[in-house]
């Protein structure tokens, strides 16, 4: 738990974690049919923080089908996994195996991270996930769990890493601006009062974290 995040709540004010101050995130990043870039780090970083990599040895990393993940290689000189996939569509990742449980105002909390490279695809397929609502387009939907999630944060990281902080409205829209070329991370994040697992333990509120990252051409 050491450095984990500070996570804000869906439709309501910011949610933080066990002492800390950064935000971690996961995020893909591929450049046309390449191999998929996984990181997982504040996605602007305000200084050297201590190296999570080994953390994202359980991620699940797939296009069509999450029953048939890519394998995952390790690359320690910049800190972080490749995934080689053939399908040159959207690549998606879960990963509910980052970060241990947690108690924070007495109720017990468990972390789960998705990720998404490329927005092509107009239909989710991640518990919690943006989604274009035109294909190559730049407003998309929050959804959890298909239904969208209103008022909710949105970080949009330019291609400099300069982060400009929208809400989504009231269907869970929000629209990216496209001040520059290159690749964007968007990030946001929900709290769900929901009785789960993990890491083995009872947890009674999911905190959600995704990502979703393209390139502006």
């Known amino acids: ?31 046309n049919a390449g191999p998929v870039r996984i990181y997982l780090d504040e996605i602007a970083p305000k200084e050297k923080e201590e190296d999570q990599t080994h953390r994202l ?26 995934a ?27 972390n789960i991270f998705y990720a998404r490279a490329g927005r092509n695809d107009t239909a989710p397929k991640l518990d919690f996930e943006l989604v274009p609502v035109e294909s190559g387009g730049r407003q ?12 909710a944060a949105v970080s949009v990281f330019s291609p400099q890493r300069v982060e400009t902080k929208l809400t989504t409205d009231a269907a869970g829209r929000v629209t ?14 929900a709290n769900e009062e929901r009785a789960a697992k993990s890491f083995g333990e009872d947890v009674a509120r999911l905190v959600h974290v995704t990502t979703l990252s393209y390139v502006e051409s």
């Open 176 to 189: 990216v601006p496209a001040t520059e070329k290159g690749r964007y991370i968007i990030e946001a994040s």
């Open 1 to 31: 738990m050491t450095r984990l995040a500070r996570i804000f709540l869906a439709g309501a004010a910011a949610l933080t974690l066990a002492g800390t101050a950064s935000a971690h995130a996961i995020w893909l990043e591929r450049d």
């Open 140 to 151: 998309f939907t929050l959804l959890l769990r298909g239904k969208p999630v209103a008022n």
């Open 84 to 110: 080689s996939v053939a399908d040159k569509g959207d690549v998606r990742l879960r990963n509910d195996q980052v970060f241990a449980p947690w108690t924070d105002g007495g109720v017990r909390h468990g």
């Open 57 to 82: 040895k359980t991620s699940v990393v797939f296009t069509a089908d999450p029953a048939r993940p890519a394998a995952l290689i390790r690359k320690e000189q910049d800190r972080h996994f490749v």
